[in-house]
Structure formats: structure tokens, C-alpha cells
Nanobody, 119 residues
């Protein structure tokens, strides 16, 4: 059974940090490109960060560049999102996404974790 389980969300003050984790099971994690998306009510889901299957390359939305870092540990089947310098506009539900690096129809989503940045 395929599962992506996010954790690490919560309420944090502006300027502080959080680290999200997404633990994968039920598929060959090292064959999947991993992404973090976020969504706020009434808005489309936004791509935040992307990491290749080997972890050799990453990419970020302009809005988080320099503040967020995506990483992965293929031995632990886990992808992370380190979020520093959080701003109120980072408040959203954060979703983990896995897409096969060749067969893009093999795609999975986590259930999401809420991040709220507020004083």
C-alpha cells in the first residue's frame, strides 16, 4: 500500500523555523522525484520545491528561495523541507508529492500538514 505521511507542521512565530518530513512507503522511493506543494483556501496548489530522485538537483519557487531547503534520504525513504525565516504568507497546508522519474502517471500525494505562521 502506497503511503506518503507528512509531519512537522504547526504554529510558529514569524522568523522562526520548522522542518517538515514526508515518510514514504509502498513504492521504490529512489525512483521518484519528490516535490513539496502548498495550498491556501481558495487558491491553487503551489509548487514550493523539487528534488530529483538522487537528490543531486533541487529547485525552488521564487517566494521561498534562500529560506527553504529540500533534501532527501533515500535510505530512510524520507524527504524533508527545512523552512527558515518563516513569514505569515507561508501559512498553508503543505503536501508531499512523489512522481516516478520516467512514468509520470505513477504519482502519489500525502494528506498534508498545516503550517501556520503568526505572532
Amino acid at each position: 500500500q502506497v503511503q506518503l505521511v507528512e509531519s512537522g507542521g504547526g504554529l510558529v512565530q514569524p522568523g522562526r523555523s520548522l522542518r517538515l518530513s514526508c515518510s514514504a512507503s509502498g513504492f521504490t522511493f529512489s525512483m521518484y522525484v519528490m516535490r513539496w506543494y502548498r495550498q491556501t483556501p481558495g487558491k491553487e496548489r503551489e509548487l514550493v520545491a523539487h528534488i530529483t530522485s538522487t537528490g543531486g538537483s533541487t529547485n525552488y519557487a521564487d517566494s521561498v528561495k534562500g529560506r527553504f531547503t529540500i533534501s532527501r534520504d533515500n535510505a530512510k525513504n524520507t524527504v524533508y523541507l527545512q523552512m527558515n525565516g518563516l513569514k505569515p504568507e507561508d501559512t498553508a497546508v503543505y503536501y508531499c508529492n512523489a512522481r516516478h522519474l520516467i512514468h509520470s502517471s505513477f504519482e502519489y500525494w500525502g494528506q498534508g500538514t498545516q503550517v501556520t505562521v503568526s505572532s
